[in-house]
């Protein structure tokens, strides 16, 4: 029973709340900080401090990168769902274009590189957990999401 007890406060403590994915929304050609490498507990902080020090929101920006929750509305009907992309677009003269955004997609569309790459998109990927977007790859992620099951094996073996 204990180890029950354990397993259900771990489950419950490796679920976020809601259940909307939300994504990093952003371009690099309107605020800088949406490109690489990106820092999203810098954002968040900061976005933090600026709510709190401006109580009517009268200077908010809106160009700054936000972690946006995803609609699905009509999802269902069109056999869609939400996915984060991130792209890297290169434009004339050399410069580079980040874009951070929420995407419908095909339902049986997997997580990883985009299918729909084109000659000038030199990275593409979809991702669909909370924020994934923001990260440069999902490997480190798939690693501490595989570490949970782990330690639980470990506790129900006892």
């Not at 419950?12 to 490498?37: I, K």
């Amino acid at each position: 029973m204990a180890n029950f007890g354990l397993f259900l406060t771990l489950l419950l403590a490796y679920v976020q709340q809601g259940w909307a994915l939300r994504c990093w929304s952003c371009s690099s050609d309107l605020d800088s900080t949406c490109m690489d490498p990106f820092n999203a507990t810098k954002l968040i902080t900061q976005r933090q401090y600026f709510q709190q020090t401006n109580y009517n929101n009268q200077y908010q920006r809106n160009d700054m990168p936000i972690l946006r929750e995803c609609t699905n509305d009509l999802g269902q009907i069109y056999n869609q769902k939400q996915m984060c992309v991130k792209r890297v677009i290169n434009v004339p003269y050399g410069k580079k274009i980040v874009s951070r955004e929420c995407k419908a997609v095909s339902t049986n569309q997997a997580a990883g590189t985009c299918p729909d790459r084109s000659n000038n998109v030199e990275f593409c990927e979809y991702c669909e957990y909370d924020g994934c977007n923001g990260a440069t790859g999902m490997k480190a992620n798939v690693l501490g999401a595989l570490a949970v099951p782990g330690v639980l094996l470990l506790f129900l073996r006892r």
